[in-house]
């Protein structure tokens, strides 16, 4: 690696020996197909001893890799390596391809000019892939490896921006970014999110305030039409009720007690009377008369109505925005 004429001199130093032994083991592995690792073996190597030897095999790698723009900085990186007395034909070899091959891959470099707008460019992040763009290189021309992009501009306020770019070798583009802006908090949103840090069950939606609609659930409807029903038909059947009762008394006297004529058996407000004396305990049991089904239907109707009544108004239960 350009210091064959010294022998006792490259033992001497047990860096060149271990980047000798990394060297070949990276040219085997590339051989083979594993390019990956032999850059991890060129890259050790070239930190324990700098030589264009090892430069331009770390920088074949890169490229065959698809990393251009660091195989053109190895490359560059040759002619910044002093050049010793010792050093072989090889290693000048090295260098003279070092610099052919760096401008060969410039020209295969894409570039991308990243404008922001919408934010201050000092309180605007950008990067690419990953990797952070400093403020005062925004605007200007940056050299990147052919194929698909990330770029993402983020402010201390705003939404961020992203853009995914795909260049091709050579191709130059610009990219724009808009910073949008903040959007401020709606008044229910503030008051659902005091609500919740309270422990409350405020809404995190964006209906506005007093636009809660206090539509009732159908059964509500349906409980209140019964108990309307209840109240017409009892009052009807109870009024009629009421004009027998009146008939009764007038025919067999406040006692209820009938002529010998009249065999009709009448049972009214829970009594049963009988021209001949009889046994009550041998009667059947009356029905409820009309006037009770009705007031039965009537409260349970009411019951229903009021139940329903109370959980639809409960805006978070049944209500619905209005438009």
Not at 12 to 39: F, K, T, W, Y
Not at 57 to 86: D, Y
Not at 159 to 184: D, F, M, W, Y
Not at 190 to 217: C, E
Request: a positive charge.
């Amino acid at each position: 690696m350009g210091h064959a004429s010294h022998p006792r001199a490259c033992q001497a130093d047990p860096r060149v020996a271990h980047a000798r032994e990394l060297l070949n083991q990276a040219l085997h592995q590339r051989e083979i197909g594993d390019a990956s690792g032999a850059l991890e073996k060129l890259k050790a190597a070239y930190s324990l001893v700098r030589t264009p030897i090892l430069a331009l095999e770390l920088a074949r790698t890169h490229v065959q890799l698809g990393k251009l723009v660091e195989a053109r900085e190895t490359l560059l990186s040759v002619a910044r390596i002093p050049v010793r007395s010792e050093e072989t034909a090889r290693s000048a070899a090295a260098r003279d391809q070092s610099a052919h091959l760096a401008d060969e891959i410039r020209a295969r470099l894409a570039s991308i000019t990243i404008r922001v707008t919408g934010a201050a460019s000092g309180a605007v992040t950008v990067t690419i892939d990953g990797t952070a763009m400093p403020a005062e290189a925004l605007g200007t021309t940056r050299l990147v490896d052919p194929g698909l992009h990330a770029v993402i501009a983020q402010a201390p306020e705003g939404a961020p921006s992203e853009k995914r770019v795909e260049l091709r070798e050579g191709e130059a583009r610009e990219v724009h970014l808009t910073i949008g802006t903040p959007q401020p908090p709606s008044p229910r949103s503030a008051t659902a999110s005091g609500m919740a840090l309270a422990g409350g069950t405020g809404s995190t939606d964006n209906t506005a305030p007093g636009k809660v609609s206090s539509r009732w659930n159908p059964l509500v409807y349906a409980g209140i039409g019964l108990a309307g029903a209840g109240v017409v038909v009892g009052t009807a059947t109870g009024l009629l009720s009421v004009s027998k009762e009146s008939s009764v008394n007038d025919a067999c006297g406040a006692g209820f007690r009938c002529p010998h004529s009249r065999k009709y058996l009448y049972y009214v407000k829970e009594h049963a009377v009988q021209y001949a004396p009889l046994d009550r305990s041998s009667l059947p049991q009356p029905l409820p008369g009309p006037a009770q089904r009705s007031l039965s239907v009537f409260a349970i109707a009411t019951a229903v109505g009021a139940v329903f009544w109370f959980d639809g108004s409960n805006p978070t239960i049944y209500g619905v925005a209005s438009p």
